[in-house]
């Protein structure tokens, strides 16, 4: 059973930065895609970024292009995720996600592991 467990979730200024790590356990790490998605109160959860098993292709959403950097350390079992230059609408609760399942990584659809979330608060 594989165990996603997130961090680094907190409480920023707008302009600031936090990064989120996720550390997996009991998959195979080194060999999956990971993903980070976001759900803000009473909105749908959305795709914030991917990256492929070997770290090589990135894909993120147009709002946090140039703000954002997802990475990962498969020695480490671990993804991360940059987050610089913060803005309120980045206040969310964010997960980390693997295993994609075929579809589009930009659907909630399409990732079969889920962790509990980590929530980033950003103040004006």
């Known amino acids: 059973q594989v165990q996603l467990v997130e961090s680094g979730g907190g409480l920023v200024q707008a302009g600031g930065s936090l990064r989120l790590s996720c550390a997996v356990s009991?998959?195979?790490?080194?060999?999956?895609?990971m993903g980070w998605f976001r759900q803000a109160p009473g909105k749908e959860r959305e795709f914030v970024a991917a990256?492929?098993?070997?770290?090589?292709?990135?894909y993120y959403r147009d709002s946090v292009k140039g703000r954002f950097t997802i990475s990962r350390d498969n020695a480490k079992n671990t993804v991360y995720l940059q987050m610089n230059s913060l803005k309120p609408e980045d206040t969310a609760l964010y997960y980390c996600v693997t295993h994609p399942s075929g579809g589009p990584w930009q659907y909630t659809g399409s990732w079969s592991s889920w962790g509990q979330g980590t929530q980033v608060t950003v103040s004006s």
């Open positions: 009991g998959g195979a790490f080194s060999t999956s895609a």
């Open positions: 990256v492929n098993w070997s770290g090589s292709r990135t």
